[in-house]
């Protein structure tokens, strides 16, 4: 048994990418964080929007107090909270290594977490290129790949958990994937589920290139061929761009030609599409 449940992501109208996932053997929190773009279109944060953010933190505490194992992929705000250490109390808590394969910013906020963390968790694991078996379920983790298409942003690290003939693969933020040392991983692993950090569309032609895009859509049909892909949730800095569905038409085409899902962590859960940071002019304007 493999149960995935998204409990924050860019669909619900927030930026994060928590995930619960319980097997037989253990419950996992990956990234248990979420924050909000602090200006988008020259506006704060919309009400609704922080509204949003203290319901899905409420929901991410909540299984937290669920969980036997958490992970932090990286130290970007959206994907850990130092100013709440004691939800990792009593935990085994894999982390990103806090000064190998890292950019100057990650370094200086994984100090000050780990600083936080002193005398809370069970244990602390580096996680980075390192397998954990709990029974029959093992999570292995990837070597450091890019945050996004160079490590300008630092690095990351995906996680791989598979119970009971079932995997599911947790990209982090790759923003294609575009490189293929983040590729690789997935398709070495072999999941029925990814979830991926897609595109960074909103960005396109600024900050992320028509380049980039051409070969995540590459890398994406890749995974579709692989041949044991099922569902593929598209999501975090992808979910920022109204125009989403255009962006990668030839992706929803293959999964289509493969029978494979391309769908958002709300669908997944089936709650409806919320790009409240996409839509915060319209918010303002209503």
Known sequence: MLSVKPLA?????????????????????????????????????????????????TAIKEHAARSDVMIVTHYHYDHHNPDEPEIYQGKRVYLKHPTDKINRSQS?????????????????????????????????FSEPVYHGTNPRLGYVVEVSIASGGEKMVFTSDVEGP????????IIRERPELVILDGPMTYMLGFRYSKRSLALSIENMCRLIRGG???????????????????????????????????ITAA???????????????ELYAE
């Open 9 to 57: 992501f860019d669909s619900f109208g927030v930026r994060s990418m928590a995930t619960f996932v319980e097997t037989e053997d253990v419950a996992i929190l990956i990234d248990p964080g979420v924050s909000l773009a602090p200006s988008r279109y020259h506006l704060p944060p919309h009400p609704k929007e922080e509204e949003r953010m203290q319901e899905t933190w």
């Open 267 to 281: 669908e997944y859960i089936g709650r409806e599409i919320e790009m409240l940071e996409a839509r915060r002019k």
């Open 178 to 185: 575009s490189v293929d040392a983040q590729v690789e991983f």
């Open 108 to 140: 200086e906020r994984a100090s000050y977490f780990l600083d936080k963390l002193k005398g809370i968790p069970e244990s602390i694991d580096i996680a980075d290129g390192k397998e954990f078996k709990y029974g029959s379920t093992t999570i292995t």
């Open 228 to 262: 044991t892909l099922k569902e593929l949730l598209v999501e975090h800095h992808f979910m920022r761009d109204l125009k989403y569905r255009e962006r990668i038409a030839e992706v929803y085409e293959c999964a289509t030609e493969f029978d494979t899902k391309v």
